[in-house]
Nanobody, 121 residues
Framework: QVQLVESGGGLVQAGGSLRLSCAAS????????IGWFRQAPGKEREFVAAVDWSGVNTYYADSVKGRFTISRDNTKNRAYLQMNTLKPEDTAVYYCAAGVGPISAVDFRSWGQGTQVTVSS
């Protein structure tokens, strides 16, 4: 089991940027795929992005493609979500998750507690 802790959330104006970080501990971090999800008030949790164990292969939701970039540094047991050109509709609690499987269909088993991102118009 991987333990995950997110950080880097906050309040930003529309058009701004934030970088979320996911710190991992527990079993070997370099093994699982890492994903970011988000949940806005009154809505279901939705997939944002995923990166495979190597950091080479990535997968994005259409709503963030071209604006968000997922990456990882296995030497630091961390994953990141760089968010640019933020929109008010990006406001949500963002969660980091770990799992295994094909990059477009990862079975996520471990979850962090989330970090709030608020984008003002």
């Amino acid at each position: 089991q991987v333990q995950l802790v997110e950080s880097g959330g906050g309040l930003v104006q529309a058009g701004g940027s934030l970088r979320l970080s996911c710190a991992a501990s527990g079993r070997t971090f370099s093994s699982p795929d890492i994903g970011w999800f988000r949940q806005a008030p009154g809505k279901e949790r939705e997939f944002v992005a995923a990166v495979d164990w190597s950091g080479v292969n990535t997968y994005y939701a259409d709503s963030v493609k071209g604006r968000f970039t997922i990456s990882r540094d296995n030497t630091k047991n961390r994953a990141y979500l760089q968010m640019n050109t933020l929109k008010p509709e990006d406001t949500a609690v963002y969660y980091c998750a770990a799992g295994v499987g094909p990059i477009s269909a990862v079975d996520f088993r471990s979850w962090g507690q989330g970090t709030q991102v608020t984008v003002s118009s």
